[in-house]
């Protein structure tokens, strides 16, 4: 799905982390599939292990599911305390 969203940015892109800067309105859900989809291909296909650009790209994107889940925290208790 990631890929059909940003096929500029498949896995394997050094600029993965402007890409998510870029994009402010990602959806998590499809930053958390493309990790699972990557980690999964590490688990049961690869024949090596991740490099370490492979290893930078999963930082970034699990730092951007950070941020954005930060975001979305913050956005429902301001929707909950103007409900009150």
């Known amino acids: ?5 940003f096929p ?11 890409m998510l800067d870029e994009n402010k309105d ?3 859900q499809l930053i958390g599939s493309e990790l699972y ?5 590490y688990n049961y296909w690869s024949m090596t292990g991740p490099s ?4 930078q790209w999963f930082l970034d994107m699990l730092d951007c599911m950070k941020k954005k889940s930060e975001q979305r925290m ?6 909950l ?4």
């Not at 913050?74 to 929707?79: E, H, N, R």
Request: aromatic residues 14%; charged residues 30%; glycine residues 2%.
């Open 8 to 18: 500029e940015y498949a896995y394997g892109t050094t600029d993965i982390r402007s």
């Open 37 to 41: 989809s990557q980690w999964r291909y």
């Open 81 to 84: 305390t103007e409900q009150m």
């Open 26 to 28: 990602i959806d998590l």
């Open 52 to 55: 370490e650009k492979d290893i």
């Open 1 to 5: 799905m990631f890929k059909k969203v």
């Open 74 to 79: 913050i956005q429902t208790k301001c929707s």
